[in-house]
């Protein structure tokens, strides 16, 4: 069964991160021909100070 993990930045709405499983879940069906109850999304929020670009926090670069 695939598991499909993404890191996101806390803050994002749920509304949000349902419209991406499904499509997520939608577009590994489709091209593997699995159902979709085999596949599962799970998203992880960081926090901006925990996730860094370049060397510097989010959270910094927000500012």
């Known amino acids: 069964m695939p598991f499909v993990n993404i890191q996101i930045l806390k803050g994002h709405p749920q509304k949000r991160k349902d419209e991406i499983a499904r499509r997520v879940?939608?577009?590994?069906?489709?091209?593997?021909?699995?159902?979709?109850?085999?596949?599962?999304?799970?998203?992880?929020?960081?926090?901006?100070?925990?996730?860094?670009?370049?060397g510097k926090t989010v959270a910094k670069a927000e500012n």
């Open 25 to 54: 879940t939608d577009a590994i069906s489709e091209e593997t021909g699995l159902p979709k109850e085999a596949i599962w999304v799970v998203f992880e929020d960081v926090a901006a100070p925990d996730w860094y670009v370049g």
